[in-house]
T-cell receptor, first 113, second 115 residues
Framework: ETGVTQSPTHLIKTRGQQVTLRCSSQ?????VSWYQQALGQGPQFIFQ???????GRGNFPPRFSGLQFPNYSSELNVNALELDDSALYLC????????????FGPGTRLLVL | AQSVTQPDIHITVSEGASLELRCNYS??????LFWYVQSPGQGLQLLLK??????LVQGIKGFEAEFKRSQSSFNLRKPSVHWSDAAEYFC?????????????FGTGTRLQVTL
């Protein structure tokens, strides 16, 4: 069984740029959630995708957007990067019927300069 | 509003000693509760979860947790800590908002193990 994978592992961008992070869900899972973890904090929910649609969102501005593909993989896009966007971005997958139980990938560490 | 509190930011225990990490939650209904562990630079690994039923739940790596509704607590325990248990531990509660399931995390407890 393949776990959740994310790419890239690390990324450095400058303020104002755009970034795309990628996630492949665990086999058998069809729901993907994204979280942002700032240094020294617990993860914060960004949004959740199911059937290629966003079905829930946390307190993040519209410049945070996502996609889910037919194979259940997902992308997180962030436009107009700000310094405060520097964080570990975590993807979690689950099955829709048990979406409360979420399994996390290793994360992408984003540094905005 | 739903929240999770982990009162201890940092705990140090000796290898072989017992461990208890505290977690308190604020939630109106019966909560779904989780403990995750995060090693440095890594993602989160699910240790155990509580949805209903027996209030003492067993997890991986020898961890267990006890749900106490009267105290709004879900403390994590391990009888004998190993050096490899050094990591950050997060307690979380699920909130179902509409059709989405959102995990709300505490701020974490960093565990240091001395030899």
């Amino acid at each position: 069984e393949t776990g959740v994978t994310q790419s890239p592992t690390h990324l450095i961008k400058t303020r104002g740029q755009q970034v795309t992070l990628r996630c492949s869900s665990q086999s058998g899972h069809n729901t993907v959630s994204w979280y942002q973890q700032a240094l020294g904090q617990g993860p914060q929910f960004i949004f959740q995708y199911y059937r290629e649609e966003e079905n829930g969102r946390g307190n993040f501005p519209p410049r945070f957007s996502g996609l889910q593909f037919p194979n259940y993989s997902s992308e997180l896009n962030v436009n107009a990067l700000e310094l405060d966007d520097s964080a570990l971005y975590l993807c979690a997958s689950s099955s829709w019927t048990a979406k409360e139980t979420q399994y996390f990938g290793p994360g992408t560490r984003l540094l905005v300069l | 509003a739903q929240s999770v509190t982990q009162p201890d930011i940092h705990i140090t225990v000796s290898e072989g000693a017992s461990l208890e990490l505290r977690c308190n939650y604020s939630y109106g209904a019966t909560p779904y509760l989780f403990w995750y562990v995060q090693s440095p630079g890594q993602g989160l690994q699910l240790l155990l979860k509580y949805f209903s039923g027996d209030t003492l739940v067993q997890g991986i790596k020898g961890f267990e947790a006890e749900f106490k509704r009267s105290q709004s607590s879900f403390n994590l325990r391990k009888p004998s800590v190993h050096w490899s248990d050094a990591a950050e531990y997060f307690c979380a509660v699920v909130r179902n908002t509409g059709t989405a399931s959102k995990l709300t995390f505490g701020t974490g407890t960093r565990l240091q193990v001395t030899l």
